[in-house]
């Protein structure tokens, strides 16, 4: 791949990336030269904060851009039809049991492109996915966070 990082993605990531470009070629693009396009009206250039701002906000657009073209071309997607419940992958539904406190929870292992903790979308290359990835159901593992280290129980890996 010639140095290029691998881009995990699910079916579902992949489309939202797809839709965040298309997003921001088709619309975003033309509002900020709309914008550019305004603040030259009001004249001198050199002190207008409304078109430093809107060439700002072109500079990051166009930006995201390159960065969503670069991920979409080096993409692997995981087609979670054909995910095992044998073990934990990228794709992998897990329910995991803390075993400190004795609470159960639900979360997705994906790709860092995807990751969203808050929706319990977790980074193959977190500290919890790197330690449950190629687990089986029912084995224990510890995971060394900065405040010391958390045990938990693979209850299910759910298709």
């Known amino acids: 791949m010639s ?10 990531g992949l489309k939202k990336l797809e839709e965040e470009l298309e997003q921001l070629k088709s619309v975003r693009r033309r509002e900020v030269a709309q914008r550019i396009k305004q603040a030259i009206e009001f004249g001198d250039i050199s002190e207008n904060s409304e078109y430093e701002d809107a060439k700002n906000e072109q500079a990051f657009i166009e930006g995201r851009i390159l960065t969503l073209e ?7 997607i995981i087609d979670d039809e054909n995910l095992g419940t044998e073990v934990v992958s990228v794709g992998s539904k897990v329910l995991l049991r803390d075993l400190e406190f004795g609470e159960e929870f639900e979360c997705t292992i994906v790709g860092s492109a995807e990751a969203d903790p808050g929706n319990n979308k977790i980074s193959n290359e977190s500290p919890v996915g790197k330690a449950i990835l190629g687990c089986p159901k029912g084995e224990t593992v510890e995971v060394v966070v900065p405040a010391g280290s958390l045990k938990y129980q693979i209850v299910d890996i759910i298709k």
């Open 3 to 12: 140095g290029r990082k691998e881009v995990i993605l699910t079916i579902e």
């Open 70 to 76: 670069t991920m979409l071309r080096n993409a692997k």
